[in-house]
Nanobody, 115 residues
């Protein structure tokens, strides 16, 4: 059974940084592109960043230059380094696979950015 478990969320002041992690079961991690989504209250879930099994990346315009997605295939772990955080980054962040049409979701980790 595929499992995705996020961690690393929290409360941070604007301009601060957080690093999210997603531990994935081995059967999917090395094959599929993985992604980070977020959903703010009253808004639709959106794709924030994605990374292919080969390391190619995608970022939403709103996070380009501030967020970095990476993966450690040996550890079956996906990361999202978030710098220069803004209040509008406040949301529940989810790890997903495959990145574009997810079949599997983590439980989410809350990120709250205070102004």
């Amino acid at each position: 059974q595929v499992q995705l478990v996020e961690s690393g969320g929290g409360l941070v002041q604007a301009g601060g940084s957080l690093r999210l992690s997603c531990a994935a079961s081995g059967s999917i991690f090395s094959i599929n592109a993985m992604g980070w989504y977020r959903q703010a209250p009253g808004k639709e879930r959106e794709l924030v960043a994605a990374i292919s099994s080969g390391g190619s990346t995608y970022y939403a315009d709103s996070v380009k230059g501030r967020f970095t997605i990476s993966r450690d295939n040996a550890k079956n772990t996906l990361y999202l380094q978030m710098n220069s955080l803004k209040p509008e980054d406040t949301a529940m962040y989810y790890c997903a696979a495959p990145a574009t049409i997810p079949l599997y979701w983590g439980q989410g980790t809350q990120v709250t950015v205070s102004s």
